[in-house]
């Protein structure tokens, strides 16, 4: 299982909660869950619908599936064993994740 913690640390406030925000992302959704559970983010925060149109998407599911984790959980997610990676990176996995779901539909 591989996952991914990107360094966007985007400043916002989400209800109550306001930090610094990145993404959390997996080779699979099942992956990802898997390993969400273990830093205690809870299944409803998962962002599976995109917003743009185009984004293939398959049982439901967008190529840009993730969580969004503030700074202390990107940092647990890490000494969990996520793999960090900047923006960049992040953007050439869910390209190919794009690429793959389109060649699967």
Same mark, same amino acid.
């Given at each position: 299982?591989?996952?991914?913690?990107?360094?966007?640390?985007?400043?916002? %406030? =989400? #209800?109550? &909660?306001?930090?610094?925000?990145?993404?959390?992302?997996? /080779?699979?959704?099942?992956?990802?869950?898997?390993? @969400?559970?273990?830093i205690?983010?809870?299944?409803k925060w998962?962002?599976?619908?995109?917003?743009?149109?185009?984004?293939? %998407? =398959? #049982?439901? &599911?967008?190529?840009h599936?993730?969580?969004?984790?503030? /700074?202390?959980?990107?940092?647990?997610?890490?000494? @969990?064993?996520?793999?960090?990676?900047?923006?960049?990176?992040?953007?050439?996995?869910?390209?190919?994740?794009?690429?793959?779901?389109?060649?699967? &539909?």
């Amino acid at each position: 299982m591989t996952v991914y913690v990107d360094n966007f640390r985007c400043p916002a %406030t =989400i #209800g109550r &909660v306001r930090g610094r925000w990145s993404h959390l992302t997996a /080779d699979t959704p099942d992956e990802l869950h898997t390993f @969400a559970g273990h830093i205690d983010l809870q299944r409803k925060w998962f962002q599976h619908r995109c917003k743009h149109l185009a984004c293939p %998407t =398959i #049982g439901g &599911v967008c190529a840009h599936f993730h969580y969004d984790v503030i /700074d202390a959980k990107r940092g647990e997610a890490i000494r @969990a064993g996520a793999q960090a990676v900047d923006l960049r990176q992040f953007g050439a996995l869910v390209s190919a994740r794009r690429a793959g779901f389109r060649e699967s &539909v």
